[in-house]
């Protein structure tokens, strides 16, 4: 009987483990989807103003006589672009250099760091944009400036580990938000 059992249990379990193939599934990512492109103007009394995008909010960290900062939050990507506004006090160089030794803390990870000049002469607005690739902390870096007045240092920040391939799609559109941010910036 036990025998007759046992052999009863076994053809059940082949009838029931018999069924489709199992086919292992990649490992994915999630879809995103990013808001569409439209803009609105910030402005910041005595520093600057610029064209943000409206799925982004604007927030002033603090201020000091010498600085201030602000965090431009954009939720849904998980991502905050930190400003910081400085007088040039006769420390143009020092400021340029200071945003070049953060972008160089950079080059043990990156994959590349390219850098593009930006010089409007209508608006006064000269600076550096890096796009820094790879698996790094800060994928875009920039600092503008007019050369008599004004200082401003930017840097891009997410909130989850590092993985340049699956942020790819919102480093890229975040990176197209700040160029076009930084063509419409205005000094006060």
């Given at each position: ?107 043990a ?13 209508s ?7 890096f ?58």
């Amino acid at each position: 009987m036990k025998r007759y059992t046992s052999w009863l249990l076994l053809a059940c379990l082949l009838i029931v483990g018999c069924s489709e193939d199992p086919t292992p599934k990649p490992r994915g990512y999630f879809r995103i989807d990013l808001p569409e492109q439209a803009y609105t103007v910030w402005s910041d009394s005595s520093t600057f103003r610029a064209e943000v995008p409206v799925y982004a909010k604007v927030a002033k960290r603090g201020a000091k006589a010498e600085a201030r900062w602000f965090d431009i939050r954009f939720k849904g990507q998980r991502a905050t672009m930190h400003l910081t506004w400085s007088p040039v006090e006769n420390d143009l160089q020092e400021l340029i250099e200071d945003a070049h030794t953060f972008k160089s803390t950079h080059q043990a990870k990156a994959a590349k760091i390219k850098s593009e000049r930006l010089l409007s002469d209508s608006t006064r607005v000269f600076g550096t944009l890096f796009e820094i690739e790879g698996d790094v902390a800060s994928p875009f870096v920039f600092y503008v400036t007019d050369s008599t007045a004004n200082f401003l240092y930017g840097s891009l920040y997410f909130d989850a580990r590092p993985n340049a391939d699956s942020l790819a799609p919102v480093t890229a559109r975040l990176r197209e938000d700040m160029r076009h941010m930084l063509a419409t910036l205005h000094w006060q």
